[in-house]
């Protein structure tokens, strides 16, 4: 059971046959209750595939449910559980049957941990700080598996609350504070956006065993500064840097961490002085909310239907750049109007050629194609929009053919 607990936990073969052949005056040992016990603990030694293992446990503890090997046989469910559930992490692609296995075996680790690391179960050889030990990489081997699971499950609350109790029990894994990020920022929940960047900037700080790699740090510091750019405009570099540093510190945010990461909008509103005066300073993000209360009120898609589809949008809006799909030559591009993480899409029929950066900004008048209520997001058609600030570069020339003469 080497996998996590680190511990040795069943040599059945061998202690089966010593009980049998142990002299009357040995100290007591367990022993098998007849020979089918010991058929069934040499089949569990056998086997090495996980899920066959966890059948032939289960057979095990059905038919000798107070075995004497009770304590050794928890152990080696746990070990089994825990190869299970860690398939759903090294998978590279986990299918809903790898997830739904993964998240029973983590689930059942949690359910038997205080039993399974009772002292009472505890092999003589091992000592109280490496079973302590042992009972923790266990408990946060199930809190990372169970957040993954509902992470990849969209249900992105569980993966939130999971992946808080793996960073209360250790808060230097980097992969675990950049999926806490991930899972926050997919609920679209704009007032939170700052606890995703808060998550995302402890993924890249975090050094140790536990750090992201060097092309994994670079691609997530990466996405760090396209989201603060898009959230907060590219004009603050220095309250990035100051994010950073408060994120190296702890693994949970400050409860006032949205009061510290203000959005280019927070920013304006307050230099404009009240609500009013900022629409009135802004009027296409005044005909943009106009337009977001029509489309998500009941019949709003009658209204598009009637009055946007297809048709160009009079307002000129000012919007950000914040981000786009796929990252060479992307065929559409995220921009946000008034919601900083992004709520419209510029869609082109085919791969545009150009240098694009998250916090730029452009200008639109949008021909609409679609939009969606929750998250609301309007699509753009780039190719009948007025567009500036994208600069579209010529794609590279083709080398001409060149025929040799045989």
């Not at 085919?350 to 949008?366: C, E, F, M, V």
Request: net charge neutral; glycine share 6%.
């Amino acid at each position: 059971m080497a996998l996590v607990l680190g511990v040795p936990v069943l040599s059945l073969t061998a202690g089966a046959a010593a009980a049998q052949t142990a002299a009357p005056a040995a100290p007591a040992a367990p022993t098998v209750k007849d020979q089918g016990e010991y058929d069934a603990i040499q089949a569990v030694q056998k086997e090495t595939d996980p899920v066959k293992k966890l059948d032939l446990l289960k057979a095990w503890q059905d038919k000798y449910p107070d075995s004497q090997f009770k304590n050794a046989r928890l152990l080696q469910f746990m070990d089994t559980w825990s190869k299970i559930a860690t398939k759903a992490l090294t998978s590279t692609a986990p299918t809903p049957d790898v997830l739904s296995a993964a998240k029973d075996a983590a689930t059942n680790l949690l359910t038997n941990l205080d039993a399974a690391f009772s002292s009472g179960a505890k092999p003589a050889q091992v000592t109280d700080d490496a079973w302590k030990q042992a009972r923790g990489q266990v408990e946060q081997q199930a809190h990372m598996v169970l957040g993954y699971v509902a992470l990849q499950q969209k249900d992105y609350p569980t993966a939130e609350a999971e992946f808080k109790k793996f960073v209360q029990l250790n808060d230097q894994n980097a992969q675990v504070a950049y999926w806490w990020g991930t899972a926050i920022a997919s609920e679209h929940q704009i007032q939170r956006t700052p606890e995703a960047l808060y998550q995302f900037a402890r993924a890249v700080t975090i050094t140790g065993p536990a750090a992201l790699g060097a092309a994994g740090k670079k691609s997530a510091d990466d996405y760090l500064t396209r989201a603060w750019n898009g959230y907060c405009g590219a004009d603050v570099p220095k309250e990035l840097t100051d994010l950073k540093a408060m994120a190296a510190k702890s693994g949970i945010p400050p409860d006032d961490i949205d009061k510290t990461i203000k959005s280019v909008v927070e920013r304006e509103k307050e230099k404009a002085g009240s609500e009013e005066a900022f629409l009135a300073q802004h009027p296409d993000i005044k005909l943009w909310r106009d337009l977001k209360a029509q489309l998500t009120a009941p019949d709003g898609d009658t209204y598009f239907t009637n009055s946007m589809k297809g048709m160009l949008i009079p307002q000129e809006f000012k919007a950000k750049i914040v981000s786009w799909n796929p990252d060479t030559n992307p065929t559409e591009i995220k921009i946000s109007i008034d919601d900083p993480s992004g709520d419209a899409v510029i869609k082109y029929e085919k791969p545009l050629h150009a240098k694009l950066n998250a916090g730029d900004a452009i200008t639109i008048q949008g021909n609409a194609a679609a939009f969606t209520k929750d998250p609301f997001l309007v699509t753009f058609d780039g190719d009948q929009s007025k567009i500036t600030g994208i600069t579209v570069e010529k794609p590279p020339a083709k080398k001409p053919v060149v025929h040799r003469k045989k």
